[in-house]
């Protein structure tokens, strides 16, 4: 009763409220998904004690923050169980927890109540260093705690006729980074490789590596050169491993079989993932447009079956941008209606050996969706328990974009506690 827009309340559940409301849910986990909701701003005192020598810098990124700037900041939090959060500066007119240094603590704080313990992630060892080319390594690959991440074109194709999600910043930011930072655009294959190799003489950090770009709707068959392009940087990756395949998972367009099946059998990659974004075909067509007049939902869908046999059962899912759904004008109503719709929709997928995640949506400034607002809390524990159940439900394991390798999927972290 207490989801949005039911009408019996009229402000959402707090932390506590919905802890108490849902008791078997790991609190760390509740901790995690609302501050990813609400954001973070780091005061004065916490930065007192963020070392740019040890701890790692926000940096290149493919979409942008909240607060629409490049300013050297922490990039994310970990808590004390090692729960990765993917948070970012949130301008304080927006309510965002706050992180602070307390006694000798670095705390997460609801106005004046400490939540919960923080640490800032650790610095990779590869940051500091210069490619053979004299480009900062940083620029060229990134990390999360546990995983390698490579963003190899921060440009999107769908934007070229105003199709790009409504949700999503990335040619904003592109523009953004390339003259805050010189971020390059397209990156060449053999030097991401060279990174790579350098990156994993630290010893015990990554155990997967994962690459992510715009879409390329280019080719003799739509979306050949963003495959190509694909092939060539899993190809320079894969001459740092002495094993054909390595962990890694691919995030990308939903790719036609032939595509997919080129993708697998030439290069090292284990698993795959094409994001739909909001599982709903109505609200898919408004929200994102590229992909509703490149491929269509029905077909993304299918296509995304047709990937599990090539990639095999529990290498295969798709994302959501979860709170989308919920949008203004054309989005669900009530939060019940769009929990309900969502989790039919994921089932259908995981009935087909589809696995779905979710990421909390972020309103991002430069995103035509700027001045909208996500979800509840307790509709995100709610999803959360649901996509796990599912997964439970067929069997499906998520390990390849799970809590150590991604991090951005509060479902996921369930995966290991429940
Ligand atoms: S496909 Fe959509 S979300 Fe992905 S980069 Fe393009 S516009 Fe953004």
Redesign the pocket.
């Known amino acids: 009763m207490a989801l949005r827009q039911t009408g019996i309340l009229d402000r959402d559940l707090t932390l506590d409220e919905v802890l108490e409301k849902f008791p078997e849910f790991p609190r760390l986990v509740a901790i995690k998904i609302d501050a990813q909701r609400r954001g973070v701003r780091y005061s004065d005192r916490a930065l007192t004690v963020f070392n740019p020598q040890i701890h790692q810098v926000r940096g290149a990124a493919?979409f942008g923050s909240r607060d629409d700037q490049l300013t050297p900041l922490p990039e994310s939090l970990l808590l004390r169980d090692g729960t990765t959060l993917l948070t970012d500066p949130t301008p304080a007119e927006l309510n965002p927890y706050v992180v602070d240094y307390l006694g000798d603590k670095l705390v997460l704080l609801d106005g004046d109540k400490v939540i919960e313990e923080v640490e800032y992630w650790p610095k990779p060892s590869f940051y500091d260093k210069l490619t053979s080319k004299g480009k900062p390594m940083e620029f060229v690959v990134t990390a999360r705690p546990q995983r390698l991440q490579i963003m190899p074109s921060s440009y999107?194709h769908?934007?070229e006729n105003d199709n790009?999600?409504k949700?999503?910043d990335?040619v904003n930011h592109l523009k953004h980074q390339r003259t805050g930072l010189g971020v390059h655009p397209r990156l060449n294959p053999q030097e991401v490789g060279e990174v790579v190799g350098e990156a994993l003489k630290q010893p015990g950090r990554y155990s997967s590596i994962t690459l992510t770009?715009?879409?390329d709707t280019r080719g003799v068959e739509p979306f050949d050169e963003e495959v190509n392009y694909y092939i060539k940087l899993l190809q320079a990756i894969g001459q740092y491993f002495n094993t054909p395949k390595f962990p890694s998972q691919l995030i990308a367009?939903a790719f036609n079989e032939k595509q997919l099946e080129r993708l697998y059998n030439e290069t090292g990659v284990m698993s795959y993932t094409a994001?739909i974004?909001v599982l709903n075909e109505r609200l898919f067509d408004w929200i994102?447009p590229?992909?509703a007049e490149w491929i269509g939902y029905q077909e993304w869908k299918n296509r995304l079956v047709r990937a599990v046999g090539i990639f095999g059962k529990g290498n295969v899912n798709t994302g959501i941008?979860s709170g989308v759904e919920l949008a203004r004008p054309y989005g669900f109503t009530k939060e019940e209606d769009a929990l309900k719709a969502t989790l039919e929709e994921a089932e259908d997928l995981a009935e087909k050996g589809v696995s779905t995640v979710y990421m909390v949506w972020i309103p991002r400034p430069q995103s035509e969706f700027h001045d909208q607002h996500n979800a509840s809390l307790e509709y995100y524990v709610r999803l959360a328990t649901g996509l796990d159940s599912i997964r439970r439900k067929y069997s499906l394991g998520i390990d390849f974009d799970d809590y150590r390798r991604c991090g951005n999927h509060p479902d996921g972290d369930l995966s290991r506690i429940w």
């Open positions: 493919l999107c769908f934007w790009g999600c949700y999503c990335i770009a715009g879409s367009t994001d974004e994102c590229g992909k941008v």
